[in-house]
């Protein structure tokens, strides 16, 4: 039998945040070798643990699990996104537009999956969490990059969107508070995003999981909320906020002009009756975290975890030649740069390796985001601040006299 190749959709997919690196740290973590793995945004392998509220609703359900339920989620939890979403001014939005979902990766490829079609092109930020570019890709259309600028505080750059709107693009899909940089974008910039998707017609997509986790006195936008004439998508979920992303428990809400996009639903429940419901125990527990605002308002206040660990990061981080950053407020992501006149780095997987080899430091390159130049990588927040502020030394240790 000759040799059997995989599909050539999945070509061009890959994720670096558990690509080769990360399987070179497996292979050291099972030799005996401790690595800190700053790869994943997964708050409870750094202790964050589930709360009280979820643990009671779940153990107060559990009969209502064992069977399927509405394919597009039990009716409380649709119920409770609906009110958490239009609090957030969602306009026009009801319990029958929302899908809830195993996390919103298995939202996101429904939704690309729905929407588009061969050749359509999407606008999506750079960097860029590669969830995104994979389901486009996997979709037959094209993901084409916009400028998220590093000196405006890693916001979007709606001349450099403009520029790359095409009688092909069919949305734009804003990520706010973005992953990988951490940023949290002011409603001015939302504001000229929506203008933009209302001057050539185009849809918006807006992945808001981390909107609970913001901090310096910022406010969350949704960018739904700023547009009621539109067809918008928003998706989020509970992993980030409280702490429970093994639930896999994410949503996926259609507000705005939603009568533009009736067939987009209807294909959606197609494809949500393939797999004939989500994950039921984690449905259960959507309503009493919704209610729960204490969990994730804890984490990112002054003496609280993120709050913190961020401090310490940023104190080491700034001390170190050659590495610049701009200090997040959102989400546990700095995105930090790496001075190509100093350190000479021509491929920043090389440089990943390097330091998980030198210091035992997972962390992802940021070409795993799709950015272009090979001098950032992506750093995650959720250690202890004295691990953080450790590892950072680290990081300062291996960079004294790095080059390539």
Request: aromatic share 8%.
């Amino acid at each position: 039998m000759e040799e059997i190749l995989r599909s050539e959709r999945i070509a061009s997919v890959r994720s670096d945040i558990r690509g080769a690196v990360y399987q070179e740290a497996l292979k050291m973590m099972a030799s005996g070798i401790e690595v800190l793995r700053l790869n994943t945004g997964n708050p409870p392998a750094f202790g964050f643990g589930m709360p009280e509220s979820i643990r009671r609703a779940l153990l107060e359900n559990l009969d209502q699990t064992v069977a399927y339920c509405d394919l597009k989620g039990m009716p409380a939890a649709r119920k409770a996104v609906c009110a958490y979403e239009t609090k957030k001014g969602l306009p026009n939005l009801s319990p029958d537009h929302i899908f809830i979902g195993n996390g919103v990766s298995e939202l996101a490829g429904m939704l690309c999956t729905a929407l588009f079609c061969a050749g359509d092109e999407v606008l999506l930020p750079c960097p860029n969490y590669s969830l995104w570019s994979n389901c486009v890709i996997l979709a037959d259309a094209k993901p084409v990059y916009y400028r998220c600028d590093e000196s405006a505080g890693w916001y979007p750059d709606p001349d450099d969107m403009r520029a790359k709107i095409t009688p092909r693009t069919k949305a734009i899909l804003v990520i706010n508070p973005n992953n990988p940089t951490g940023a949290v974008y002011p409603k001015e910039v939302l504001e000229k995003i929506v203008a933009l998707a209302r001057e050539y017609g185009l849809i918006l997509i807006s992945d808001e999981i981390y909107d609970r986790l913001v901090m310096d006195g910022k406010e969350h936008v949704s960018t739904a909320s700023l547009a009621p004439d539109l067809f918008c998508v928003t998706l989020n979920g509970l992993s980030k906020s409280h702490s429970v992303c093994g639930f896999r428990c994410g949503w996926m809400c259609f507000s705005g002009a939603v009568e533009k996009g009736e067939d987009v639903l209807d294909g959606v429940v197609q494809l949500a009756a393939m797999r004939l419901c989500s994950n039921a125990l984690t449905q259960v527990v959507i309503p009493a975290a919704l209610a729960d605002e204490e969990t994730p308002r804890a984490m990112v206040v002054p003496v609280g975890r993120l709050y913190e660990q961020r401090e310490a990061a940023a104190s080491v981080l700034k001390k170190i030649d050659g590495v610049d950053f701009v200090k997040n407020s959102g989400a546990f992501y700095m995105f930090p740069r790496l001075s190509k006149e100093k350190f000479h780095i021509a491929d920043d997987r090389r440089f990943a390796r390097d330091l998980l080899l030198a210091k035992h430091i997972l962390v992802v390159p940021g070409s795993g985001f799709d950015y272009p130049e090979p001098d950032h990588f992506r750093l995650v927040l959720l250690p202890e601040a004295s691990v953080l502020k450790k590892a950072m030394e680290d990081l300062g240790d291996f960079l004294d006299g790095y080059h390539q």
